[in-house]
């Protein structure tokens, strides 16, 4: 009987900018903790497991390329459903997480880029190719930071919440783009291995280690993101009182 | 050049960026709560909290 | 030290906003300058500060703590803009200022913190500029006056939105200066309440050739 | 003077973000460019460095109609002409402070966007190299346009039109020591050392336009 109206608390506690600030200051230690954890068990797994035949040590590459180009979507997802949050339901906490969401993608992306482009050159022979899929993840490391440039331009957080939202929203036909390029388009790079409808073709050694490190990247995702969702909600608590100071101080001299 | 330079600089690529980010969020909240007791000392605080006094 | 204006005139595209004017004033002296809208007030004060090429005639100050080539480099000039950046706090701008303009010879200027507070708003200069009433943002833009002395001020309705508490205030900010043995020429509508001053009275149009496009 | 520099980069960083801005444009129009010739490696390893140069020209052109816009807009530009300090040096400072905030970021991002145009790593050496030492000519010049269009209504889009002819030189010999850089026979000083000639050429001629310009436009 009372386990709905409990989840129904927890939420709308979460909607309270205040609560959900208690709720982040006593979970982010656990998650952080997790986080380390995950990644220390994922790292030793990385670097204990075997080389492939085919690709050699460059395998390796794979544990970080694969959760980070993972992230790099899954925080694009996150945000849609915040700009969805912000449209339909109005929620500032929505506003809230997109914003905060946005430099985190980027700076996933730009790691899928970056592994991506090293492993590229010893099993291609060049950094960079224009294919479908390679173009389609740099179009979304653009779409980000576009966003982050149109919430710095704009003074109002309210308003630029809700410009981007649409945004978001519009950009967020590329999410599929990106995930189905590799089977709509002949590419140079591999078509997906782990997230299949048939289950996974990569071997278990492989997909072990990966499994691991995919989560503990998921978890430092929601870890940074609950941060830097308290950050914004700190800089806009600052922006009010700054204006009520200014307003208070009018009437006192 | 070796494979294991490629794998290596992944890692710290990886590694680099992700400590940006960590490094941005924790700077960023040094200062935000800096400017907040800032104005808390300048006796500026949130209706809530002076309610909370007031009780 | 003495400020002479020998028969100035300036013109604006085809116009003579002004003809003639000649006027000194001595340290510790204000000048007012008065006329109804359009007569040129705002131009003359553009002129004395160098910012207008005067069409005639030459204002100069005399017998300068420090010799001066320009006026304009012996003034302060409160214009109907603010010249403070509305992202940076206002201790920021204020430091900006007083760094880039540099004291005056025998300057008496006074530390950022001073300034804000002598214009009343001492416990708000940490926050941004934009974030102040238009009034507040003009008491600040005052404070500038404060933190680089400079012996002339050319203040251009310095009182426009401000209210009659704050009005005192600069009339109080004046009226040290002149005691320090400054200079100070405004245009205004509204009596400043200062004692002792000269005026000025500009008249408005003189028509350059009203014979040539007529 | 450190002053002015440090609150015009204090202002960049603050406001709106115009360095981001300026290396995303970049990147936007490098990226556009395999879409429109097709993705044929060895082509786009030809022509990259001219593209790379055409759009760190363009980007850096994006800004400067702002340089003295946004000081007339509240004033400060009156105070600034009124110092004792020349206007020229007060111009020059200010350019430089834009570099630093729109220039820099275009040639530390050159290098990445020369591994999606399939360059070699000589070629995208030499055209970091020659942005970071182009670019600072383009800012210079450029403010003398952003001087003469500062008092105008909509006066970005002519800011462009203005500079871009006069920055050709600097494209030409930027690209031209690019090349000499790549082909062989070619010697790559001489371009190169024509590149940094004109970028102070321009350093001493923008500053003292832009400031004649700024004195004339004052009403």
Known sequence: MSEPSLAIRKFSDLANPTRFLALVSTV???????????????????????????????????YVHVPAAWLSMMCYTVMALSALGTLVWRHPLADVSAKAAAPIGACFTLVALITGSLWGKPMWGTWWVWDARLTSVFVLFLMYLGLIA???????????????????????????????????????????????????????AFLWPLLVMAIAFTMLFFTLHILAMRNEILRRRIAVLRRHAARSAGDAA | MSHAFYVTASYVAAFAVTFGLVLWVWLDHRGRHRELQRLEAAGIRRRSARSEDAR | MRLVAEGLSARRGEDLIFQDISFEIAAGEALVVKGPNGSGKSTLLRVLAGLLPAEAGTAKLLAAAQPVERLSEAAHYLGHRNAMKRELTVEENLAFWKA?????????????????????????????????????????AMAKLLVAWRPVWILDEPTAALDVDAEKMFTGLVTTHLARGGIAIAATHQPLGLEGVKELRMEGFVYAHPEAWA | ????????????????????????????????????VGPDLNLLSRIGPAILWIGALLASLLGLDRLFQAEREDGSLDLLLMQETPLVLTVFVKCVAHWIATGLPLVIASPLLGLFMNMD??????????????????????????GIAVALPRGGLLVSILVLPLAIPVLIFGVSAVYAAIQEPAPFLPPFLILVALNLFFAVIGPVAAAAALRLSSD
């Open chain 4, 121 to 146: 790593e000589v070629a995208i050496g030499a055209t970091t190299l020659t942005l970071l030492a182009g670019t600072p000519a383009i800012t210079f010049i450029g403010a003398a346009g952003a």
């Open chain 4, 1 to 36: 003077m450190i002053a002015l520099l440090l609150r015009d980069l204090k202002l960049s960083v603050r406001s709106g973000g115009g360095a981001l801005i300026g290396v995303l444009f970049f990147m936007t129009v490098v990226a556009v460019i395999p879409f429109g």
């Open chain 1, 150 to 204: 149109l919430n710095r331009a704009m003074d109002d957080p309210t308003r630029a919440a809700k410009v981007s939202a649409v945004l978001i929203l519009v950009g967020f036909v590329n999410i599929p783009i990106i995930k189905f390029s590799v089977e709509w388009w002949n590419t140079l790079h591999q078509p997906a291995s782990v997230i299949r409808m048939d289950g996974p073709t990569i071997d278990p």
């Open chain 3, 100 to 140: 880039f303009l540099g004291d005056f010879a025998n300057g008496a200027a006074v530390s950022v913190d001073e300034a804000a507070e002598s214009v009343g708003l001492g416990s708000i200069a940490h926050l941004p500029f934009g974030y102040l009433s238009a009034g507040q943002q003009r008491r600040m």
């Open chain 1, 28 to 62: 982010w230690p656990w998650l952080a903790g997790l986080t380390l954890c995950l990644f220390a068990i994922g790292l030793y797994l990385s670097f204990t497991g075997l080389g492939d035949y085919q690709q050699g040590e460059t395998v390796r590459i794979m």
